[in-house]
């Protein structure tokens, strides 16, 4: 029998595997498989450039489960990416950091988690530099408004992207 150790570094090695094996497709068909298998044990990946390829998988799988309408599922891996992000990604992985961040938004969107869209927005309109890059989130945030009844602040929003 397998130590709980052994089998943990074990499904590393099986994503790793499954990751050389679908090199020649851009998208994954195993995505879900490849992440399950890092998550078993993703603290033993130290290679910076092995956690970023990481990050990307499970952006990918978020963006797969929200297209199927599996938003809870979408959630899961996007949190997962977000809180496993090197530090300064903003700086050093902005498309990636970004990327995460307005599918996360959308999912807490789509999930009625109101609470986050704000503090999500709020980060993401801090973190990015232009304005093709805040336009989702400044979307997003004038349709939270409108299911809200918040017709003021929809508007409002919306004369400011105007303006900028």
Known sequence: MLSDERRKNIHVQIGRLLVQGNLSSDSFENVFDICWHFKKRFDIINDPKERIEVAYLNLQAG?????????QVALYYLVFTKGYLPKNHWNNEY???HNVYTELIESYFLLCQFEQVESTAEFILEQTNSLLDKIKVFEILIQLYMVRIQMDLALETSLQ????
């Open 63 to 71: 963006q797969k489960a929200k297209r199927t309408l599996a938003v």
């Open 95 to 97: 498309d990636l950091s």
């Open 161 to 164: 992207v105007l303006d900028m």
